[in-house]
């Protein structure tokens, strides 16, 4: 089974614009989150897809592979399907260009599922993390995930969900990871698709999937994930790499 990881790259962002180009220590957001997919070891290949000038010579300047793609894709997985139709893979991993802190452990589970999975059933699975601060929980840009009983995606929403109608017991909330592993011809599939109703009110492309009766497993990955939406994220991962460099 050949691995590849595409990390869509684009430069314009209506919360936070340019954010893949501002400096996170040493580094670009978007050189970062490059390098650490890359030194994680578990791909044949990893390519960075990008509409912008800027940041295609960032990763070719620092020796890192990466595509031209159109500027007019709706969202980052028809970016990754253009890089992926130029590509010989049979499983495509997206990890998006804001998740600079994507660690290995989270990739080898999401593989994991494909590898035992020899009937091919799943196409496409994806990362989770428990929330339990109240603010990310009630944080629009924080997508969160309800599961069934056996990890696959019910729905996907900015809202908190579930909601506890009677504030009996304790709700589990989790946060979507914005990283999706597809088997290639499923993520070709899915970018010929027109934008669904849902997805296009909750500007949550995944919810594309579930529109279309697809089943999306989901993975829970524990560690610390920083997905850079505002200036202040940006902030909050300053501070993460502060205590990591320091340890």
């Known amino acids: 089974m050949k691995i590849v990881s595409i990390i869509p790259a ?35 290949e990893v390519v960075v897809a990008t509409d ?22 709706q969202c980052g997985s028809d970016r990754i399907a253009e890089a992926a139709s130029r590509m010989d893979a049979d499983l495509v991993v997206n990890v998006q260009g804001d998740e600079p802190f994507i660690d290995s452990n989270s990739l080898k589970k999401l593989i994991k599922i494909f ?8 196409a496409l699975a994806s990362l989770m993390t428990p929330l339990h601060d109240t603010e990310d929980i009630e944080n629009p840009n924080v997508v969160k995930v309800i599961v069934d009983l ?32 597809f088997r290639k011809q499923a993520l070709i599939e899915f ?42 994220d940006l902030e909050r991962a300053e501070a993460h790499l502060s205590q990591l460099e320091s340890q």
């Open 191 to 232: 970018s010929k698709q027109d934008i669904t109703p849902l997805e296009s009110v909750e500007k949550i492309e995944c919810i594309r999937y579930l529109e279309h009766g697809k089943k999306i497993k989901m993975v829970v990955a524990r560690n610390l994930n920083f997905e850079i939406d505002t200036p202040r």
């Open 150 to 181: 056996n990890d696959f995606a019910l729905y996907f929403s900015r809202s908190p969900i579930p909601f506890n109608r009677e504030n009996v017991g304790k709700s589990t909330h989790f946060k979507h990871i914005g990283v999706y592993a």
């Open 115 to 122: 590898k035992y999975d020899p009937q091919k059933e799943i």
């Open 52 to 73: 912008s000038d800027l940041i295609f010579k960032e990763i070719s300047d620092n020796g890192g592979q990466v595509q031209m793609t159109r500027k007019d894709h």
């Open 10 to 44: 684009r430069y314009d962002s209506l919360r936070f614009p340019g954010k893949l180009m501002q400096r996170l220590g040493d580094k670009t957001v978007i050189l970062r989150t490059y390098q650490n997919v890359l030194s994680s070891g578990l791909f044949d």
